[in-house]
């Protein structure tokens, strides 16, 4: 990349600067921040030089104005990774934002998931009955494993990803076949807070890696010559979540999918019903349900009390792609990702792309961007992957995400498109992997979320409506320590620490707090019914994605006795995924992504901020990047 890059405008949302500052922009050689341009540049760098996709002139032309006018992005991963040395050394990894595991062996489904979470992928996990009684009994004596920082210990723990999770796959070995306990020595890991040159961010420490393990340790124990139950499988993976995410930029996002009538699962976030550990706010939590009739009165409550757990309809998600079409089944799917918008298969990653819908002029323009999307992330699924199991599948299924945001700002003739573009994009498919020797993909289109970079061009995400009313709060998370925090202060932005499930304060983290509002005439979560907000979700699955529609749908719980026949009549046919959330000041929780407010308040908010048009700071940690596309949740 030139180091003479001009810098261009860029047509950013309200707070897409600090947004990108703060998730997106690397630092460079001289110690200073990159400016979009340059990030932009270092993009087309790795198109060019990493997946080997040549663009001509007028290609890479396109590509910049597509980038700065916020017509269309490549994923945050991408964003963040693209033109570094993690990509030439980690390949196909580095840049898949969503993977899948299911967990019916007693290691490696636990290493895999840690691994693919430390290199920033959002991990979901089955731990559906069928599967989870697949494992062996736990071994039946006690079995001692201790830290002793000591050149003599068994294991002295490389500062390495690699070190962290044969670590975790020692303990698992011991518990399940050895019997043996060991010694193990984290005097090679570097404290917390010093910097990871080339992922980027600094380390966590060894701190949080010892406390993680004595947590799982401590489980297996309690199940000594017994099998583990789903709901021990949840907790030592959000228990690995939580090793992963500590004092990091790889924010952890995970999706458990069990058992529509596994009642203590349906319980494991019931904060109402007494303690819960903190680790399980590591996953979304959902079912699997093939038809809503099935489900039980314990997954009903889960609504009622502000934690609701989603469905995931996989006999679906097997049988088609956009509804009604069939012609492209997909029977090895076994869960999702995260944010639930790719079904996977086992152990199967792939990657996504957006296009910022609201902003696109024309249909030829639409089918110019989702074109360059495409090859981009075509090309990025042939790279190379350490773990041979995932590099078959995703080199076979070369499956990929090309996104839909902005739905609810769209005029009618914007959605128009849509079918048409899709058909187009599946013809092309067939044409462009015949020339380039790739097998077809499985899958081409999804609607994800899309957090993070929606509000890089102040569009409303994914298919949803504007969250709040038109006037609202939207609270961002950021490492405590980023310089970031000290210019939002100086703006006049509210900041605190985070707040845990159980009252605590999370100092490691702080919640920046910016008054922001919606165009008149965009609809907000107050001004539609969650039945509105479903059909949006199923005219998106039938029009465009052939994966699936990421959707939180908001209710209110007066709502719920229409909600229950209403999935019982469509949802067997018609979703292969939804998630739910109590609207706004509903659920109880404090520190919500976004909180609505009154225009006065928004106006006396807005006159003590003053809005950050530019960010340049010199220093060495600066990233938190907790968007969905780097492996985190929308839940922030």
């Known amino acids: 990349m030139s180091k003479k890059t001009v810098e261009r405008p860029v047509k950013w949302g309200e707070i897409g600067n600090i947004v990108y500052s703060r998730t997106y922009s690397r630092e460079k050689s001289d110690g200073n921040k990159e400016n979009f341009s340059e990030t932009v540049e270092r993009e087309l760098y790795g198109i060019d030089k990493q997946l080997n996709l040549k663009l001509n002139d007028s290609e890479v032309d396109f590509y910049r104005d597509m980038r700065h006018n916020m017509k269309g992005s490549v994923a945050g991963r991408f964003m963040w990774q693209l033109g570094t040395k993690t990509v030439d050394q980690l390949g196909l990894p580095s840049l898949q934002n969503c993977a899948f595991v299911v967990i019916d062996e007693p290691i490696s489904p636990f290493t895999w998931a840690m691994d693919m979470l430390m290199l920033g992928s959002g991990v979901g996990f089955s731990i559906k009955r069928e599967h989870v009684y697949k494992l062996p009994k736990l071994q039946r004596k006690k079995i001692k494993i201790k830290k002793m920082d000591d050149k003599q210990a068994d294991y002295i723990v490389p500062d390495t990803r ?247 700002m769209c005029t009618k003739e914007q959605l128009s498109w849509l079918s048409d573009c899709y058909t187009y994009l599946r013809a092309y498919d067939k044409e462009y992997s015949k020339a380039m020797g790739f097998p077809e ?36 998370r950021m490492a405590s320590e980023s310089p970031l925090i000290d210019v939002c202060k100086s703006h006049g932005y509210h900041v605190e620490f985070q707040e845990n499930f159980d009252g605590s304060l999370d100092k490691k983290i702080c919640v920046v707090e910016f008054p922001c509002s919606y165009p008149e005439g965009v609809p907000s979560a107050n001004d539609i019914t969650v039945f509105e907000q479903l059909e949006t979700v199923k005219f998106m699955q039938e029009n465009w994605s052939d994966n699936s529609v990421s959707v939180t749908a908001y209710y209110t719980k007066e709502e719920l006795p229409e909600i229950k026949a209403y999935l019982e009549e469509n949802f067997k046919d018609n979703f292969k995924s939804l998630s739910f959330l109590l609207k706004m000041g509903a659920s109880g929780f404090k520190q919500i992504p976004y909180e609505d407010i009154s225009k006065e308040q928004f106006e006396y908010l807005s006159s003590l901020t003053k809005p950050i048009v530019s960010v340049e700071i010199n220093e060495d940690d600066l990233e938190d990047l907790g968007a969905c596309g780097l492996g985190g949740c929308p839940i922030k």
């Open 441 to 476: 993909s499985i899958k081409l289109t999804t609607v994800k979320p899309s957090g993070t970079l929606s509000l890089l061009a102040g569009v409303t995400a994914g298919v949803h409506p504007a969250t709040a009313g038109r006037y609202y709060i939207r609270r961002v």
């Open 162 to 408: 690699e070190g962290w999770v044969k670590l975790l796959g020692k303990v698992l070995k011991s518990y399940f076949y050895s019997g043996k306990g060991f010694t193990y020595s984290t005097q090679l890991i570097r404290g917390y807070g010093e910097p990871i040159k080339g992922f980027g961010g600094v380390a966590s420490g060894a701190a949080i890696l010892v406390e993680g393990l004595n947590d799982i340790i401590g489980i297996l124990d309690g199940r000594r010559g017994k099998q583990l139950r789903p709901i021990d499988c949840l907790d030592i993976m959000n228990i690995i979540g939580s090793i992963v995410v500590a004092g990091n930029i790889r924010r952890s996002a995970q999706i458990a999918i069990g058992d529509y009538d596994d009642l203590e699962y349906l319980k494991a976030k019931r904060w109402d019903l007494g303690s819960v550990p903190n680790w399980r706010a590591m996953s979304n939590n959902s079912v699997d349900c093939p038809d809503a009739k099935l489900l039980t009165q314990e997954f009903w409550d889960t609504y009622e009390q502000g934690e609701p757990y989603g469905l995931v309809n996989i006999a679906l998600s097997k049988k088609m792609g956009r509804l009604g079409e069939t012609e492209y089944p997909d029977p090895e799917v076994e869960g999702y990702n995260p944010c639930a918008e790719q079904g996977l298969a086992d152990r199967e990653t792939c990657c996504l792309a957006e296009v910022y819908l609201p902003n696109i002029e024309s249909y030829e323009e639409l089918k110019k961007v989702v074109t360059m999307l495409y090859r981009v992330a075509k090309h990025s699924l042939a790279l190379k992957c350490h773990q041979k199991t995932t590099e078959e599948i995703v080199h076979k299924n070369m499956r990929m995400g090309i996104g839909m945001t902005g739905v609810m």
